[in-house]
């Protein structure tokens, strides 16, 4: 922990305005740091934040922040959290003119506890329409932590509750877990939500991107999923019009069997998942393979 | 000022996890106090915070904390800003178990500038669609800094920037300002956008539910306003359908002459708009009776 101290002008504090990144170090080498970088960028040119991101300064800054966690000296892998604040004060919601000094908070975590056998269920919090906030890590999370808090209660039975949920948004449409993105796959194909208004761009997905086997082998479409497993992916371009889900032509419609669920984020890679909603899930060959592939290239393997 | 410092863990720091108000005072005595406190009832059962709103011993620490500031000693008018965190810690998004103690920041601020001639402009920023969030005035208020950002910047002739700027949310639907809500007057109505899924509920305009005389005087509609000032409202009831509005029938809409336009808040009460989009307004009778009346009954006047 770094013990830095804030004043009640910080702006993260006011107003969640900020960013912040969750980087994964193995054996002190960061994974995925060029896509957090990139979205830490995006971050910074949607904010308007007065602040140059400097690769090789931040990686030696997030070294230097694992010297003062001592809990972690023995651990192979750690995560890094890198917080940005706007800085301090403006009047109400404007930003300070000149800009305030930007504060950057580096702090260093273990890993946290992911169960070998993964399941989900269906959350009842929509994610937000937002083209503005979509696809940057924000410090504006609240209904990241209101989904949270529905995760951490049981179901209707009382049963134990899962480690995470899948969320739809306010249009009807998958779209993530509270902590992770989502790869589905169904008749041979592998599909991802679209996030053009809706939920986080995962920096694992992105690192797909720089590969032609990547991105023919996720596709990301509109789909929805019903709490008795059924899937519905629409493939058709919709223009970004705004269709709401249950008003599309039948025939843009299919539902489809889901031969494989699977859960990913820059710090547990690629996980397949065994039930949803207490429904025992296939083992998708597609995914499965998917996984090991992805896992062993980024290193979480 | 409180002099309140905070560590990185606290949750309004890390995810905008809290709620405020923003309270007027007048010769010491608070401004539709009943309205915030309702506001920040609401709000504290939609986070699920572990905080009891005491009513009588927050207005006793309100009028404690203007003792400290000193510069603000012989105003006759102040605001009074409370913010709620949730607290400390917890595992990323999800609230601690047992809660923490929630953080409680009362400062006490001078009256912002509110010129006599107020013109305002539409934004690009649109809004988010989230019935999770709507209503309440919680930290996650990224949107509203951008929006103000926006106001900031002159128009495409460089003229100066305006004081308000109208908001539509993602679905095309007339909203609220930045900071104010908005009341238009039209065809001898008193209309206010519906807020069930954008937005954030007036304390002002909720005091006139209390009332008949309020309840008639505004009536709250979906509508949408375009850059030429042409006004479309939709009367009949949507049900909660997520109706696009370019998908409307026909019949549902009428083009409304502007026969006046007001914003409100709790700080200024209700004040004419001269000018929209550098458009000249008329003062429609309605909203000019409405604007002295509300004000005179609340204190504004």
């Given at each position: 922990m770094s013990g830095a101290v804030f004043s009640e002008l910080d702006r993260c504090f006011r107003y969640g305005d900020g960013l912040f990144e969750t980087i994964l170090f193995v054996d002190q080498e960061p994974v995925l740091f060029d896509e957090h970088i990139l979205r830490l960028i995006?971050?910074?040119?949607?904010?308007?934040?007065?602040?140059?991101?400097?690769?090789?300064?931040?990686?030696k800054r997030c070294r230097l922040a694992r010297n003062t966690a001592t809990e972690l000296a023995s651990a192979q892998r750690h995560v890094v959290r890198v917080q940005?604040?706007?800085?301090?004060?403006?009047?109400?919601?404007?930003?300070?003119?000149?800009?305030?000094?930007?504060?950057?908070?580096?702090?260093?975590?273990?890993?946290?506890?992911?169960?070998?056998?993964i399941k989900v269920r269906l959350l009842d919090t929509?994610?937000?329409?937002?083209?503005?906030?979509?696809?940057?890590?924000?410090?504006?999370r609240l209904e990241q932590v209101l989904a949270a808090s529905e995760l951490l209660t049981g179901n209707k039975n009382g049963s134990a509750c899962c480690w995470e949920g899948l969320m739809h948004d306010e249009l009807g449409f998958?779209?993530?877990?509270t902590r992770s993105n989502i790869i589905i796959e169904t008749k041979g194909r592998l599909l991802t939500p679209l996030l053009d208004r809706s939920g986080l761009r995962s920096t694992l997905l992105d690192s797909l991107n720089a590969s032609n086997a990547g991105s023919e082998a996720v596709k990301s479409v509109r789909m929805r999923?019903?709490?008795?497993?059924e899937l519905q992916v629409l493939d058709q371009v919709l223009n970004d019009e705004w269709l709401p889900a249950d008003r599309l032509p039948p025939t843009a419609w299919e539902a489809c069997p889901i031969d494989?669920?699977?859960?990913?984020?820059?710090?547990?890679?690629?996980?397949?998942?065994?039930?949803?909603?207490?429904?025992?899930?296939p083992n998708g060959r597609l995914i499965t393979n998917f996984a090991a592939e992805l896992n062993a290239r980024c290193g979480y393997a």
């Open positions: 995006r971050g910074v040119q949607r904010l308007a934040l007065d602040y140059v991101v400097d690769p090789a300064n931040l990686l940005l604040s706007r800085g301090e004060g403006g009047r109400g919601y404007t930003p300070p003119d000149p800009p305030s000094i930007v504060r950057e908070v580096i702090t260093c975590h273990a890993i946290p506890l992911i169960p070998d056998v929509r994610l937000m329409i937002s083209r503005l906030l979509c696809g940057i890590k924000h410090c504006s998958l779209i993530e877990g999923l019903d709490v008795d497993g494989g669920l699977a859960l990913c984020n820059s710090v547990m890679g690629v996980r397949p998942v065994s039930e949803l909603a207490e429904i025992k899930l």
